[in-house]
């Protein structure tokens, strides 16, 4: 099988890839973009036969810091009567790989655990009185299944040397193996003995700087790759079919940008031939069927990496957009975290006093077993009991996320709630059905006549939100005023039931009616402005867009007054359908 064709196709380049890592896994790892689904399934099955007779160990995304790199055994502490250490997943699983699923909730913490553990081969455990330095060298297999805006944290995917996308393979895509396990414990074997020169490393830093990969460890992947390709190949020089194989793999997925167009070769005069006696006479001549020069090699490494981007990639890439979604880990539409001693993912136990929280038993009882024998009166060295005292004390910790509420304040006034509505209605039921997946709510204000009104409660029912906005009124004068008061109550409501309120005011921004129910644009803009500043000294999340047809974007905008008022962002859309708003508010939404 050509080059082209060994990576044609995302099943093929997933199934090289993995092969690849199955060769060379410790300190490098595999980062799999999908559900769980066929395709996945059959990938990770046959990583598990390649890897064989290596171990395979599976840890869930929230794993605690005690399982991750060990603790005080309380269990053999207390039959013992001295310290005794468990082993923690990290040092249990060296020479071999931990497979983690949701790779995408993994926080920081434990992330920050497994990239030092790929980076050294080790495990500092410092913790229950213990001190020790344990082995685990390790790969990692990390499963991301999060949607578009969710993903593993990028210190542990910049560690993983490839990054596979499955999320469009279905099963009618795969593909019969074409390798055994004998083929990979052969190349396993031969792997010490394949060399490279520095032309490759060369050639692959050139295609790394092309491709804007500015991180050293994509060029030391793609060197890893390529010898474990001449391994399975079963020979001990890099070629270059396996530069062309391993640049496709790791430095393709990481490219930033597209490379430069290649110079007009016919504009360059031609550099004068060397003097024949600046050779050396000991040195025989360049021979005419010689392989190509490293200029050469470069542009054909640089066409097989474009060729081989897939096509959502490349095209991403040609328009100039960013491409590295895994920024962060928490790129929240869920809003913010906040720590509850009663509900949410379970934490690390931590000291307190039992006024202040529910005891943490395992934890407290490893906490005070490491001071047992010098607790003990001389007399009761033999006696099993362990004498607790306060500073002991550990108590249970928890994390949740607070939920968002997203109130969409709507100019229901005049011409505008023709043209505004039916885009707003569109938009809240595309945000309504990602509510499920997380603790959001949306709620509708609508300003028109001469007051707001709460049109839609904070929910997070796609049918009580249909019902509210199929009869939805609109005519009338405008009450920024007031619609920005309604806002604000709906909001501080939000904040005092634990939500992160966003407040998206949809409006021209020419308010003609005041507080009071009067008439008069000059004042009812001061009220206007007076209401905004409330909104921001209550520290609001605030997105103004602008329904303004034509010009009238400037400093001295309505809309973009109120937007300065309200501290808040200003984006000026007077033609948007219900997808462009809905891209607009989940992007505005608290972090």
């Not at 913790?127 to 082995?135: E, F, K, Y």
């Not at 975290?337 to 038993?361: H, M, N, T, V």
Request: charged content about 25%; glycine content about 8%; some cysteine.
């Amino acid at each position: 099988m050509s080059v082209s064709d060994a990576v044609s196709t995302p099943w093929r380049r997933a199934s090289l890839a993995a092969a690849v890592f199955a060769v060379d896994p410790l300190g490098s790892g595999l980062l799999v973009r999908a559900g769980a689904g066929p395709a996945r399934d059959e990938l990770m099955t046959r990583v598990a036969g390649a890897l064989a007779p290596m171990r395979l160990s599976r840890a869930p995304a929230d794993i605690a810091d005690d399982r991750l790199i060990g603790g005080l055994d309380v269990a053999a502490t207390l039959r013992a009567g001295k310290p005794i250490a468990e082993t923690g997943v990290l040092a249990a699983s060296h020479g071999g790989v931990i497979a983690m699923a949701m790779a995408e909730r993994i926080s920081v913490g434990v992330a920050a655990r497994l990239s030092q553990a790929l980076d050294s081969g080790e495990v500092a455990l410092q913790r229950d009185g213990l001190s020790a330095i344990l082995p685990a060298r390790v790969g990692v297999i990390a499963l991301d299944e999060g949607q578009e805006d969710e993903a593993t944290p990028a210190a542990l995917a910049e560690r993983l040397g490839f990054w596979i996308d499955l999320e469009h393979v279905g099963w009618r895509d795969i593909e019969p193996p074409a390798l055994t396990p004998e083929d990979f414990e052969a190349a396993r074997k031969l792997l010490p003995s394949v060399e490279s020169d520095d032309k490759v490393i060369e050639i692959l830093v050139a295609t790394a700087f092309q491709f804007g990969v500015d991180s050293p460890r994509g060029v030391l992947f793609a060197l890893r790759a390529a010898r474990a390709l001449a391994a399975l190949r079963g020979e001990t020089k890099v070629e270059r079919d396996d530069i062309e194989l391993a640049a496709t793999l790791v430095l393709g997925p990481r490219a930033t940008r597209m490379p430069a167009p290649p110079e007009d070769q016919e504009s360059e005069e031609p550099p004068p031939p060397p003097p024949e006696e600046e050779t050396p006479p000991d040195e025989p001549p360049e021979q005419k069927g010689e392989d190509n020069t490293p200029r050469e090699l470069e542009e054909q490494i640089l066409e097989a990496v474009r060729a081989a981007l897939p096509p959502g990639l490349l095209a991403a890439l040609a328009a100039g957009a960013p491409r590295n979604r895994r920024s962060s880990a928490k790129d929240g539409k869920s809003g913010e975290e906040i720590y509850s001693l009663q509900r949410g993912r379970p934490l690390d136990a931590r000291p307190g006093s039992l006024s202040k929280g529910r005891l943490a038993l395992v934890a407290t009882l490893r906490a005070a077993a490491p001071w047992r024998k010098l607790r003990l009166k001389p007399e009761e060295q033999n006696s099993r009991r362990v004498i607790v005292k306060p500073e002991d004390f550990r108590i249970r910790r928890h994390r949740q996320k607070k939920g968002a509420t997203t109130i969409f304040v709507v100019d229901a006034s005049g011409s505008l709630a023709m043209t505004r509505l039916a885009e707003v209605k569109g938009a809240i039921e595309m945000l309504l059905a990602d509510c499920y997946a997380r603790r959001d709510n949306i709620a509708l204000v609508a300003f028109r006549g001469r007051a707001g009104e709460i049109v839609l409660p904070p929910t997070r029912s796609t049918a009580r939100a249909k019902r509210a906005l199929t009869g939805l009124p609109g005519g009338g004068g405008t009450p920024v005023a007031a619609g920005l008061d309604v806002a604000a109550a709906v909001a501080d409501q939000a904040r005092r039931k634990g939500q992160t309120p966003l407040i998206v005011l949809m409006t021209d921004g020419r308010a003609n009616i005041c507080r009071d129910g009067g008439s008069g644009r000059p004042r009812a803009m001061e009220d206007a402005i007076d209401a905004a500043k409330r909104i921001a000294a209550a520290q609001f999340s605030v997105l103004c867009i602008d329904t303004t047809q034509g010009g009238g974007s400037g400093p001295d905008a309505p809309v973009r007054q109120l937007a300065g008022a309200m501290l808040g962002r200003y984006v000026k859309l007077p033609r948007a359908d219900a997808a462009v708003i809905n891209a607009v508010v989940r992007g505005a939404l608290p972090q």
